[in-house]
């Protein structure tokens, strides 16, 4: 008996090593990022150097920021921001629609339509890139209207990505929907009154993940919005400032910028992840 | 099996000309039996319902066809009838001003654009003839015809799939199919640099583009397809199972009876969840640059005497880009797996426990069978979708190293989708683009069909449960 217990004892200091050496991994990129925003810009080099800690602490970086005469990264934060928050509001709205159907109805051209819209999703996205540009520039969605574009490229093309929140309505019993309807409910008063209230985990995954999402959009938002800086996103705009302007010490700027979109992203996403947890393993399980 | 497969095809294909059989023979009935409105509203749509009083479907019928003429009489008709040629008059420039000729851009989208027309237009001609024989059938059964108002809030009830999808439904159509339609039909055109639109014309090649991929000599670029096309493979490979059985792993020692703050430990592993891609893989990319953190502390530690090259050497840059896919990979796949392990009934390891099994030999026969087998469509996802991972990739490595053995500027990390997107975006190369994306198309579809009916939990959904 004894023996077992030190074994125990032994399995469990090592898993608590090899976790503290994950931590210390998956730690580190962030930490560094956090400690050379703070390098400060007029007394050290502003871009690449071999030491972690900075000699001095400063917020050059993020006046940087800040100062609209020098730079726009306000005004991509703010398109980001403005993005996200539409995309997130329509998006979640389309997918509640189109699995709400495709789970509760039954009608003619559906198993069709789940199968269009499959074999569509094996498409790579990119291979439409140069058509999408051409469409939105008819209707005068590039560069300086690249915003509204972006919001109706992604809104408009999101209804083939309804799988997590179609499981989540298949796992409703559709006993309640039928009592319902013998009570007189329309399938609209179903919909709204009924379905809607109780989905509150995968509106708010989907929302969640919606509003995610266009932080990280890079390559659509910079062949839209191409030359045309007021209207970057975060992404596009401090992408620029790695690849090409490092030199030239934006590498920490960058790094202050990446901690402010880190920042609200991150507490959204630590207070909503139960029901992000929720959203993917339901998601992964029904694959 | 494969017999199988072969019946159930023929029954489908079988299947589908009775289903048109019957369409027609319904056309022919319905004229022959239906009356004067009927039969007028063959070619005036919607008349018949409006003549029975159906003034909502009959207007609503009405309106396509006037759509449809009005579209292709002052819109469509220029761009379809140079479908064929994709326009012969080219640009000139006479004196200082330049005279526009035609645009193969235009005629090759808005051709496309008519020939949908055309199909929904014979589609809504059929619902028009079908809507007519129920109405006359209703009428002749002597029942009453529904009144505008009910058609109407059937909108919200019966027909509120309609209601639903209309918009998702257009939407994917505007801003999927049809940019995806013209881009297969871009790679049967010479489309590129030097046939660009409106200066200069673009016109049908045949299969020149797909034979200049196949092609291993000369200026063909067979070799580096190949190449690509077999990194792309290994990449998607190595990069799902690492994470799988990494972040399987992970899960389970957090999981493990006696680890204390469980939460603390898993919080810290999503942050790279959390965090947007840009902001840590760009970060990382730096990180692990020849002037970055990680070969600076080296060099000043004495481990090294020279920077190690971890995105400029070929093969080191493929091993880094998988080890730090792994350390974005590893959450997501923690969270998941975290959630499923709790659903394996505790009393199966128990008895395991009690026969004398070691905790390898019920991960081996308990754990990982579970896990596969619930986990099976999700790894598929998974791998079609680490073929299209564009992020990791280009965010690390703009798929550099860059290689002179390479042709259409392929870089040693490219996957498919990097190419392609390099393609149309510096080389404006929109031929080849177009044929790289349809290849794309085909790996993911031959990949997805093969294993998904391998999967067990398909072939045998009740096998867990």
Redesign the interface.
Known sequence: MKSYKTK?AI??II??I??IL??I???F??V??VLQSFRSYATEYGG?????VPKQFSLDNYKFLFDTSQNNYLLWYKNTIVIAVFVSIFQTI?QL??S??LSR?R?AG?TF?MRF?L??G???????????Y??LKQFGLTQAGAIPGLI??T??????GYYVCKGYFDTIPKALDEAAMIDGA????I?FTMIIPMSKPIIIYTALVAF?AP??D??FAS?VAFGHDTSYNV?VG??RW??TN?YQGY?TR??AG?VL??IP??LL??FL?KY??EG??GG???? | MAKGANNKKKNAASLFFEAIGNGFKEIGVTFAEGDIKTKLSFLIFGLGPILRGQILIGVALLLCEVLFFYFMAGFGWQYLSKFSTLGTVATKKVGRKTVYGDNS?LIL?FGVLCIFAIIAFIAIWYINVKENRKEELLLKAGKKLPSNKDVF?SL???N??K???A???T??F???????V??ILVAFTNYDKNHQSPSNLFTWVGLDNFKNLVSFSGAGIGPTFLQVLLWTLVWALFATFTNYFLGLA?AM??N?K??KFKKL?R??????????????L??????F?N???I???L??WGIIKSYIPFWTDPMLARITIIVVNI?IGI??MM??A???LMNIPEDLYESARIDGANPWQMFRSITLPYMLF?????L??QF?GNL?N??VI??LT?GKPQSVNLAEKAGNTDL??TW??KM??NDTN?RM??VI?IM??VV??VI?LVVYNMLP?VKDEEGFQ
């Open positions: 125990r399995g469990n898993g608590y090899i976790l994950i931590s991994i998956w730690l990129p962030f560094g990022l690449m150097v071999d030491y972690l389309i629609c189109v709400y159907a109805m009608f559906r339509l819209w074999i569509l094996m498409f790579p996205g990119f291979l439409t890139m140069i058509c999408l051409f469409l109706l490229v809104v408009a093309s999101c209804g083939m329309t399938r609209a008063r919909f995610m932080w990280c890079y390559v062949y992404a401090m992408t790695v690849w490092d590498f960058f790094c990446g979109v880190a992203v991150t996403f630590m992840q992000y947890v993917v393993t992964a399980v029904k694959g | 851009f989208l809030m919200f009830d019966k509120f799939h209601t639903l999808l918009l998702p439904v939407g994917i505007v801003f999927t199919v049809l940019p995806i013209f881009m992970v020692l957090i493990k006696g680890i430990w919080t810290i592993l999503v942050l790279t969840i959390a965090v947007p891609q840009f902001v840590s760009l970060y990382v990319m730096k990180m640059a002037d970055g953190l070969n600076g502390y060099i000043k350390w959450p997501y969270l998941i975290t959630g499923l619930v986990t099976g469509p999700f598929l996802t079609t299209n564009f992020n280009y965010l703009q498919l989708i392609l997107y149309t975006v929109y683009a177009a994306g794309v198309f993911t579809a997805s939990s």
